[in-house]
């Protein structure tokens, strides 16, 4: 892309708990944020119950120490990647519930940052609710930012595409990625934002892994051994939306 394009282009991620951008999406927040395109991430909670087992397994633990050290850990990782801005809703986890007000902010969130795409969860997950309803609720904000008769007079949302990022365990929630994403430029910046993430170092390798399984993907759809793009990492990615084209 051109650096005007660049300029001009935003990008809006969100992320149910603290650590979900950065498993997930690292890399795209990294690529595109490198490329000039503003990257705005809403952090709905810190997962400071449901995904901080290593902080809680500590004597005297508290949940607002938890709190505090995934809250930094978030703030380090985004940092590493580049993000625009990191917006902290506190909404609480496990469960994560979401008021009128809190869907109104997120609604405002979207009309501000006017992204020209979105990245969420994956539309089902039997291990995770707050991971469902959190795609659930950015579907629905998505529409009613949208609506005109929403704060008449503000500009209205356009259509991003959203994009669901890769959930843990792949096939159980249903999720068929159809856009692979060369992250190879960047890995090294979304390792490092992996690495924020001292409470869950047993996820650092596996992370990688998938990375590296789906540059593999990502070099064979792209033609293979018959001239395909080679790709080290790579992120996947299911679309919602059709794409709008003049040509095939
Ligand atoms: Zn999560």
Redesign the pocket.
Known sequence: MSQDQAITRSALVIS??A??FVWRCGGAIALHAQAGVKVTVVCLSY?ERG?SAKLWKQPGMTLERVKAARRAEARAAAQALGVHELIEFDMGDYPLEFSREHKVRLVQVMRDAQPDFMLSHSLYDPY?S??MLTTQVVLECRSIAQAWGHEPGQKVLGAPQLYLFEPHQTEQMGWKPDVFLDITPVWDRKRAAIECMAGQEHLWDFYTRVAQNRANHFTRNSGGQGGGQACAYAEAFQSVFPRTVGAL
Request: charged share 35%.
């Open positions: 149910a708990h650590a979900d997962g995904e995770n707050d991971h």
